[in-house]
């Protein structure tokens, strides 16, 4: 059960921390010597970073459901709003169905979503040269601006590549500001989990699914920890850099590939 409750403590602040949760999951138990986690508890730690989200953005789900029915307080800017999220989860859906049985791959070696890691820390040292130039000006996301960050996310599907990372660090490449930067990234998030657990279900719906006490912890652990790590980085974010991440992976990163090794 502790060692449930740490994989969903990784999740849960991972999944939205830029620094990878894919990678974690997948580095973390090699570092201990763990199994891999199995299709249920990866299953019910989505469900519970799900739940964290939806819990954080209730007020803006319900301004974005509301529009459908031409309902809520600026139903016009909440469709706008709903077409853009459209706009960049269609590059990752697309890429989830065409490279799927590749990433399963990539996902069982430890060592590479370590390498990758490195990756993404990169990948935010260079967001924020890009957003901190002089004489920046910021910009609304529009269209193009949701295409580019969806296609940041399509890349983020790799093990070791932060979703959160790469849609937040794309949003301040092309001059979005960074508490919008980060609030499109975690509305982005919900249909990427809700795609990632649709994936997953096929595979347990053969009564693998399992639920235990120590799962049910895990899920807790990634929800409470999820709702935590959102509701901080926001803070933190508006008037902080992601500088701190990235130093974090170049440090992490060679250490767990190192253990890995030697193991």
Known sequence: MLQDIILGIVQGLTEFLPVSSSGHLVVVPAIFGWDQPSLTFDLVLHFGTLL???????????????????????????RRLLILLAIGTAPAAAAGLALGSLLEDAFAAPTSAAVLLVATALVLLGAEWVANRPRRQHREIDAAVSGGIGIAQAVSILPGISRSGSTIAAALALGVERGEAARFSFLLSIPAIVGAIATKVPDVANGTFDITASVVAGFIAAAVSGYLAISTFLKYLRAHSLRPFAYYLLLFAPIAALVIEVR
């Not at 319900?62 to 029915?69: H, K, N, P, T, Y």
């Open 52 to 78: 964290a989200v939806l819990a954080v953005y209730r007020s803006d789900l319900r301004e974005l459901l509301l529009s459908l029915v031409n309902r809520g307080a600026d139903p016009v800017r909440a």
